[in-house]
């Protein structure tokens, strides 16, 4: 059981950059892989990054690859996601999600979301 609770989202510019937050209570953060998903308004929701409960090991998506950065600190049950280059095709609503598997890239891999937190970037 745990609930998530994502921040950091906002307007920026073409080329800016956000960092998302995400914060975990409930249970023990650091049993979970945790990753990042975005939804935009007509779309489904797609995967963004993930990083494995040791945080040895991440895997991001093509389209924000090289641009986006995951990471994790468990003494502060947080994750993070550093969004760098931003264009208006990143503008969605983005999720935390925690899992007990190893690493996976599908929103069905995935137990407990939080609420979004909203990003838009303009040109």
């Known amino acids: 059981q745990v609930q998530l609770v994502e921040s950091g989202g906002g307007l920026v510019q073409a080329g800016g950059s956000l960092r998302l937050s995400c914060t975990a209570s409930?249970?023990?953060?650091?049993?979970?892989?945790m990753g990042w998903f975005r939804q935009a308004p007509g779309k489904e929701r797609e995967f963004v990054a993930a990083?494995?409960?040791?945080?040895?090991?991440?895997e991001d998506a093509h389209s924000v690859k090289g641009r986006f950065t995951i990471s994790r600190d468990d003494a502060k049950n947080t994750v993070c996601l550093q969004t760098n280059s931003l264009q208006p095709e990143d503008t969605a609503v983005y999720y935390c999600?925690?899992?007990?598997?190893?690493?996976?890239?599908?929103?069905?891999?995935?137990?407990?979301w939080g609420q979004g937190t909203q990003v838009t970037v303009s040109s």
């Open positions: 409930g249970s023990t953060f650091s049993t979970y892989a």
């Open positions: 999600a925690a899992s007990r598997f190893y690493l996976p890239t599908t929103s069905s891999g995935y137990g407990y």
């Open positions: 990083i494995t409960w040791s945080g040895g090991t991440t």
